[in-house]
């Protein structure tokens, strides 16, 4: 079992910065492929950004390519995303996601990861 805590929400202006953090519970966190996905209100979850098991591969979507950037301290058993140049359309709930990986792949899709956690509201402002 793996439990997931996000943090580092918060109401800003566009243009702003925000930093999420997601914290893993265990000892095994360097073999899970971490993910970001978001929810905005009448909005199916999408998926935001992904980082493979070590870190050395990552994907995101088109929508935050450029301007966010997602990565992880396997030490801390944390994978954090960096969002900046924040718009209106970034108002969703995020959520941190984890799939065990054997390999070095980047999981895309919201089916494919098993542990999901609470989520964190991110609201910007125009």
């Known amino acids: 079992q793996v439990q997931l805590v996000e943090s580092g929400g918060g109401l800003v202006q566009a243009g702003d910065s925000l930093r999420l953090s997601c914290v893993a519970s265990?000892?095994?966190?360097?073999?899970?492929?971490m993910g970001w996905f978001r929810q905005a209100p009448g909005k199916e979850r999408e998926f935001v950004a992904g980082i493979s098991r070590s870190g050395g591969s990552t994907y995101y979507s088109d929508s935050v390519k450029g301007r966010f950037t997602i990565s992880r301290d396997n030490a801390k058993n944390t994978v954090y995303l960096q969002m900046n140049s924040l718009k209106s359309e970034d108002t969703a709930v995020y959520y941190c996601?984890?799939?065990?990986?054997?390999?070095?792949?980047?999981?895309?899709?919201?089916?494919?990861?098993?542990?999901w956690g609470q989520g964190t509201q991110v609201t910007v402002t125009s």
């Open positions: 996601a984890a799939r065990f990986s054997i390999g070095e792949y980047v999981h895309r899709v919201n089916y494919q990861y098993t542990y």
């Open positions: 265990g000892r095994t966190f360097s073999s899970y492929a």
